[in-house]
């Protein structure tokens, strides 16, 4: 299986200013399709996750844009511009290049300090 | 909008079979734009995918190693749902298990809908 390591395990940001995720795959994201398999999900507290991002950098619908996603191959980060209180929670990374074998990160906790 | 309605035990004990069932509305379980996963989530092993099923042309259902031999995930058409049965339980199987919607319109637009979560406790 493919392996996501998620860095920092945790976060603690000052409302308004910028927050930056990494997740880093065990192999190659890009499909021969030429896109990144790669998503981001918040789970917020007591919820399920939600879906953020989806092939590494497109906003899913009614998530703001002051989330985006970047990367390609085995490099990726989440970058929330200016960090709000509703933004707390665990960010997850996922993997389906490997479809149906489906990887998740280990998450990255974000608390608003 | 679609939706995820899920339902099953919450306590189960060790040995005995889990089953889990989610109501899909909004959407059908044999739509060729959506595959059908379970996924449970464990302080010990995170978020773990189990398995999934689509409909294109047939049904193709797929299963985590881990769970390989003792997973069955089965559409129900007439109902409009699917289900997990998970056999032979041990409290390693103690977690909280979702279900969720992968959607490919034209192209892969990932997991966008999930139920509530079912929290399942192995014991006796």
């Known amino acids: 299986d493919i392996v996501m390591t998620q860095s920092p395990l945790s976060l603690s940001v000052t409302p308004g200013e910028p927050a930056s995720i990494s997740c880093r795959s065990s192999q190659s994201l890009l499909h021969s399709d030429g896109r990144n398999y790669l998503d981001w999900y918040l789970q917020k507290p007591g919820q399920s996750p939600q879906l953020l991002i989806y092939?590494?950098?497109n906003r899913a619908s009614g998530v703001p844009d002051r989330f985006s996603g970047s990367g390609s191959g085995t490099d990726f980060t989440l970058k929330i511009t200016r960090v709000e209180a509703e933004d707390v929670g665990v960010y997850y990374c996922m993997q389906t290049v490997d479809s149906p074998r489906i990887t998740f990160g280990g998450g990255t906790k974000v608390e608003i300090k | 909008q679609v939706q995820l309605q899920q339902s099953g035990p919450g306590l189960v004990k060790p040995s005995q079979t889990l089953s889990l069932t989610c109501v899909i509305s909004?959407?059908?379980?044999?739509?060729?734009?959506?595959?059908w996963n379970w996924i449970r989530q464990s302080p010990s092993r995170g978020l773990e995918w189990l398995a999934r099923?689509?409909?294109?042309?047939?049904?193709?259902?797929d299963y985590a190693v881990s769970v390989k031999s003792r997973a069955i995930i089965n559409p129900d058409t007439s109902k409009n749902q699917f289900s997990l049965h998970l056999s032979s339980v041990t409290p390693e199987d103690t977690a909280v298990y979702y279900c969720?919607?992968?959607?490919?319109?034209?192209?892969?637009?990932?997991?966008?809908?999930w139920g509530k979560g079912t929290t399942v406790t192995v014991s006796s």
């Open positions: 092939l590494s950098s």
């Open positions: 909004g959407d059908s379980v044999s739509s060729t734009s959506a595959a």
């Open positions: 099923t689509n409909y294109r042309s047939k049904w193709y259902n």
């Open positions: 969720a919607r992968v959607y490919v319109s034209g192209w892969y637009r990932g997991m966008d809908v």
